[in-house]
């Protein structure tokens, strides 16, 4: 296997203590104002793997293990989908936890948003929990937050640029609001975005959402309808996400990546991305 290193900081010895455990070389193959190094043909094993994730997560390295001889999928070109989960992956805030905010209920709801992120509240109770909450809450706050607390995650701007500029479509797919992909979907010019719908009434939140509720398995069917639209197999699509209700978009990917995500994210994603940004998978799919 090939191993692949990343990171925002470490030193050169760092990274060279990391090769030393594979007794393999690091060759800098930095580029962009990103710093990453690949560690070519190591013997791989479990345990050896094991070994390298769990020393590299203590130092804020993130590796990501690839096949030596480049497989179908292996490179960005080899792509023809982009999916992203929105809050806490391309964006770096959780958007209900900051409207709740401007109710003083951020505490509440995201200890609830924290909990089905990890896996154990389901989704729809979580939901249909947290938006109740923001009952009476004037709908001008979703303009606030979205002026003044939403921001892109670290290399969303540079990831974006080399997946259009690949010809690769890219989807928004949320169990956020409409109000929230809407507005990212046309200021990033993606291609497709699905979430959910806030209902409001007279200029307030009623705390309901209006139909069906995006959870992660709306969020695979998603995916799996903009692949047959596209006329491409779900193992052509890249899924990016951090929280539980990702997951099953991720299965059915060509490539999982975990993003700063929830362990049981991270356990089953193909790549992990825990310190650098989203432009991580750029050297790990060069």
């Known amino acids: 296997m090939n191993l692949i290193l990343q990171s925002l900081s470490a030193e050169r010895n760092a990274i060279d203590r990391i090769a030393n455990l594979a007794d393999v070389t690091a060759t800098d193959i930095s ?8 560690c070519d043909d190591v ?18 390295i993130d590796c990501a293990w690839l096949p030596s001889a480049p497989e179908p999928g292996a490179k960005l070109g080899d792509f023809k989908l982009l999916a992203m989960d929105m809050d806490s992956t391309l964006i770096t805030i959780e958007c209900i936890d900051e409207i709740a905010d401007m109710q003083g209920l951020k505490p509440q709801v995201s200890a609830i948003t924290e909990a089905a992120m990890r896996g154990e509240i389901e989704f729809n109770e979580s939901l249909t929990r947290r938006v109740a909450l ?67 009434v007279d200029g307030k939140l009623t705390g309901k959402v209006v139909g069906g509720i995006v959870n992660a398995e709306e969020k695979k069917l998603t995916v799996e309808r903009v692949c047959a639209e596209l006329n491409i197999a779900p193992s052509q699509a890249i899924v990016m996400g951090d929280g539980a209700n990702d997951l099953n978009m991720m299965k059915i990917a060509g490539l999982s990546v975990a993003f700063r995500a929830k362990p049981v994210v991270r356990a089953q994603a193909s790549v992990a991305l825990n310190f650098v940004g989203l432009d991580g998978i750029l050297p790990i799919l060069a």
């Open 134 to 200: 923001l009952k009476g809450l004037d709908a001008s706050a979703l303009q606030r937050v979205f002026d003044e607390r939403l921001q892109l995650s670290p290399g969303a701007e540079n990831m974006l640029a080399a997946v259009k500029a690949a010809g690769i479509k890219t989807l928004l797919v949320s169990g956020g609001f409409t109000f929230f992909t809407d507005r990212m979907k046309a200021a990033l010019e993606l291609d497709y975005a699905h979430s959910n719908v806030l209902e409001i």
């Open 31 to 38: 580029s962009g104002g990103r710093h990453a190094w690949r």
């Open 43 to 60: 013997a791989y094993s479990e345990g050896l793997k094991a070994l390298i994730d769990t020393a590299c997560y203590g130092v804020g």
